[in-house]
Every structure is written in C-alpha cells, then in structure tokens.
C-alpha cells in the first residue's frame, strides 16, 4: 500500500480510470460480437461507432481497430 498521499491518490485515479477502460473495452467487444452473430448494416454503424470512441480513449490502437472495421465490412459484403 502507497504511504505517501500523492501515491494514494494516483492510486484511486488508476483505479477509476480501469473501470472506465473495462467498460469501454467490453462495449466494444460486445458491438463486435453483436455484428459477427447478426451481420446488418445498422449494428455494422454501431460496431463502427464503439470502436472509435474506444481508439478516442485510448483503450485499443487505431490500427486495430481499422483492422476490425475492414474484417467487419468484408463480412457484411458477404
């Protein structure tokens, strides 16, 4: 445990912080597994729509999610 109270105070910070990650993090995840499971155009714009605000956040890298946006397109050409 942190002694100094700056490093208790990071401390909480990192932990609020984590959480805001987690959620965004499964937000994402479960936009993604929507759309895989029922591929449309409108769970497509929402899948989109998740995975650039959690590249905004900083949870996941740009390219990433570019990677998953063009595998979710081509799935919807399909």
């Known amino acids: 445990m942190p002694i100094i109270q700056s490093a208790k105070k990071q401390m909480r ?32 714009r929402s899948a989109f729509s998740t995975l650039d605000r959690a590249v905004d956040s900083k949870v996941i890298h740009a390219n990433k999610a570019a990677r998953l946006k063009s595998n979710l397109s081509k799935l919807l050409a399909k």
């Open 13 to 44: 910070h990192a932990k609020r912080n984590a959480q805001a990650n987690d959620t965004r993090r499964r937000a994402f995840r479960d936009a993604v597994r929507a759309f895989r499971a029922k591929p449309t155009a409108a769970l497509l």
